[in-house]
């Protein structure tokens, strides 16, 4: 079993910044792409950035930037830096891993349990 654990969330002013963090832990033999989605009321659940293997990243529009995703990989821990927020930005963020257990095995997907962002002076 593996698990996220983030943190990094919380209240800021807008123009702010915060980063957030999702360090994995458990039966990891390998991790494949890491993101980062959020989810805002009444909305549906959106990509925010994702980087795989060699550092390649993709973001959203809407974030492109003012966000730089990262990875560290010897702490299996991916990384989200947010600068120049939005009350837009205001949502429950999500980490996603893809995780191999062993050689063999087909890679699962794993979700944090998420951490508020609140952009509002």
């Known amino acids: 079993q593996v698990q996220l654990v983030e943190s990094g969330g919380g209240l800021v002013q807008p123009g702010g910044s915060l980063r957030l963090s999702c360090a994995a832990s458990g039966s990891i033999f390998s991790i494949g792409a890491m993101g980062w989605y959020r989810q805002a009321p009444g909305k549906q659940r959106e990509l925010v950035a994702v980087?795989?293997?060699?550092?390649?990243?993709t973001y959203a529009d809407s974030v492109k930037g003012r966000f730089t995703i990262s990875r560290d990989s010897a702490k299996n821990t991916v990384y989200l830096q947010m600068n120049s927020l939005k009350p837009e930005d205001t949502a429950v963020y999500y980490c996603?891993?893809?995780?191999?257990?062993?050689?063999?095995?087909?890679?699962?997907?794993?979700w944090g349990q998420g951490t508020q962002v609140t952009v509002s002076s």
């Open positions: 996603n891993v893809g995780v191999r257990g062993t050689i063999s095995t087909a890679p699962n997907i794993y």
């Open positions: 980087i795989i293997i060699g550092g390649i990243t």
